[in-house]
C-alpha cells in the first residue's frame, strides 16, 4: 500500500524542520499525544523542571530571605528585558513582568487614559472591538464606568479582525485609548500592527497592543513599529505555565508620564525605606504593585533561552508551514464533511493557529480529547489548532486531523441515525 501523500509530505518536512530538534525539550512532546493547544497552555519545557527543583532546594531552600537582594527583586526586569530581547523586540528597560495580563491592561490602560484626560479633557473614548479578548472587553468596561468614559466598538467580522479602514473610521479628537489584540484569539486574524499604530497616533490616540497569541510565535517590533503600550501573556507560545504571570512593555518616554493605579510597595522609589508616602520610582519598574510571583516566572525563562537561540524569524516560517499545511489538511479531508475555515486563508494575515468552523464542532472536541488529540472548542462552532512552533511536528498536525475527519464522521452518522 502507498503511503497516504499528505503522510508522506508531512515526514519530509519533519525530516527537513530545521526546529525539529527543539521538540524533546519539552516534556511529553515525543508521545503519541497530539497537542493543538500550546496557544492556550504550552508545554512544560524540560530544563524548566530541573530548574525549579534547583531553585527549591537551593535558591529558596538555601538562601532563603537573602534571595530577595541577591536576585529575585531583579527577576521581573531581567526576564522583562529578555523577553524585550527575543521576542518583542524592544530595547531594555521597558518590559517588566509582572501581574497576569488583565490586572497589567487595567494598569496601563487606566494610567494611559488618565493621563490623555489630564492633557485634553475632551478626549473621553477608548476604542475597543466586539471580538477582542472577553478580559479586555471587561477591564475596558469597568475603567469607562470608574472615569465617565464611552466606550466606542468596531464591529469586526469574527474570522477576521481589526482593519486599518475600521480603526481610521473609529478614532478622532475625542479618542483616548486604542486596544487591540495583534493576534485574534478566535480567528487567529494578524492585525497590521505598524498602521493601527500609526491610525491611532495621527488622531491624537494612545494604542495599547494585547499580545497574548503573538507573543513567541508572530514577530513583533514594539520599538520600530512605535508602540507606546502593550501585554502580554506567557504561558501560552512562551510555555509559562498555568498562571505564569504576564509581560508589560511601556515606551521609555511614556514612562513617567503615566501613573498606575495600583500603587503598591515594588513599584516605589526606595522600597525599604517604607516611607509615608508613594513615590513611583523611575523606570519601568513602576508598573509593579505587590511582591513579584518568583516561582511562577521561572520557566519561561527556558523557553526564552529557546526562541534567543532558534530565533522569532525561522519559528514563524515553521508556524506559517504549519497552519498552511493544517490548512490543506482541513481542505482534503473535512471541507468535504461541510467544515469551513474561520481563519485568514492569507498566511501573511494569520497568527498561529486555525479555527475550522462546523455546528458539530463542540461534539468532535469531546471525542478528540477522549483519544488524547487536543484542539479546544470556541462558539461558535470553532474548533481551535494551535500550532506551537518549537513543540509541533507536522506529523502531529497530520494524526490530529485524521482523527478530527473520523470524530466528524462518527457525530455526522449519529445525527443522522437520530434524524
Ligand atoms: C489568553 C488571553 C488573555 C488572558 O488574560 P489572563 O489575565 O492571563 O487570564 C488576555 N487577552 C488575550 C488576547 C488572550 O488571548
Redesign the pocket.
Known amino acids: 500500500m502507498t503511503l497516504d501523500p499528505q503522510l508522506a509530505y508531512a515526514r519530509r518536512m519533519d525530516r527537513a524542520d530545521g526546529l525539529a530538534h527543539y521538540r524533546k525539550r519539552f516534556h511529553g512532546a515525543d508521545d503519541d499525544l497530539v497537542y493543538f493547544d500550546g496557544n492556550?497552555l504550552g508545554r512544560p519545557p524540560v530544563a524548566a523542571i530541573e530548574r525549579m527543583q534547583r531553585f527549591m532546594t537551593h535558591d529558596w531552600g538555601g538562601r532563603l530571605i537573602r534571595g530577595w537582594d541577591e536576585a529575585w527583586l531583579q527577576l521581573p526586569v531581567e526576564i522583562g528585558d529578555r523577553i524585550g530581547r527575543a521576542v518583542i523586540e524592544a530595547k531594555a528597560g521597558q518590559t517588566v513582568i509582572g501581574d497576569?495580563?488583565?490586572?497589567?491592561?487595567y494598569k496601563l490602560a487606566r494610567a494611559a487614559v488618565d493621563a490623555q484626560l489630564a492633557r485634553d479633557p475632551e478626549r473621553r473614548e477608548i476604542v475597543v472591538d466586539t471580538d477582542?479578548?472577553p478580559?479586555?472587553r471587561y477591564v475596558l468596561e469597568g475603567i469607562a464606568a470608574e472615569r465617565g468614559l464611552h466606550l466606542r466598538w468596531i464591529h469586526v467580522d469574527t474570522s477576521l479582525g481589526v482593519t486599518p479602514a475600521q480603526l481610521a473610521a473609529a478614532v478622532g479628537p475625542q479618542t483616548a485609548l486604542v486596544v487591540v489584540?495583534h493576534?485574534a484569539?478566535r480567528s487567529a486574524y494578524l492585525a497590521d500592527a505598524p498602521e493601527l499604530t500609526r491610525i491611532a497616533h495621527d488622531a491624537g490616540a494612545l494604542i495599547l497592543w494585547?499580545l497574548?497569541?503573538s507573543a513567541g510565535s508572530v514577530p513583533v517590533k514594539a520599538d520600530a513599529w512605535g508602540f507606546d503600550l502593550a501585554?502580554g501573556?506567557t504561558?501560552?507560545y512562551l510555555n509559562g505555565g498555568p498562571?505564569s504571570p504576564?509581560f508589560a512593555y511601556v515606551r521609555d518616554d511614556l514612562q513617567s508620564i503615566l501613573r498606575q493605579p495600583i500603587q503598591g510597595w515594588f513599584g516605589t522609589t526606595d522600597q525599604f525605606d517604607m516611607g509615608p508616602g508613594y513615590e513611583p520610582v523611575r523606570g519601568i519598574r513602576r508598573f509593579l504593585s505587590g511582591t513579584s510571583p518568583i516561582l511562577a516566572m521561572l520557566p519561561m525563562d527556558e523557553t526564552l533561552a529557546m526562541i534567543e537561540e532558534a530565533g522569532i524569524a525561522a519559528i514563524r516560517a515553521k508556524s506559517v508551514a504549519l497552519t498552511s499545511f493544517a490548512i490543506e489538511l482541513h481542505e482534503h479531508l473535512l471541507a468535504p464533511l461541510g467544515v469551513t475555515l474561520a481563519s485568514p486563508a492569507d498566511p501573511a494575515e494569520r497568527g498561529g493557529h486555525v479555527t475550522l468552523h462546523h455546528d458539530a464542532m463542540r461534539e468532535v472536541t469531546a471525542r478528540l480529547w477522549q483519544r488524547d488529540v487536543i484542539p479546544d472548542y470556541r462558539d461558535p462552532g470553532g474548533l481551535r489548532i494551535g500550532l506551537s512552533p518549537l513543540s509541533t511536528s507536522f506529523e502531529e498536525v497530520h494524526r490530529g486531523l485524521d482523527a478530527t475527519r473520523e470524530c466528524l464522521r462518527e457525530v455526522i452518522a449519529e445525527r443522522a441515525g437520530l434524524g
Not at 100 to 105: D, E, M, P
Open positions: 492556550s497576569s495580563t488583565t490586572v497589567l491592561l477582542n479578548f478580559t479586555d489584540s493576534v484569539y494585547d497574548c497569541h501585554v501573556c504561558y501560552k498562571g504576564a
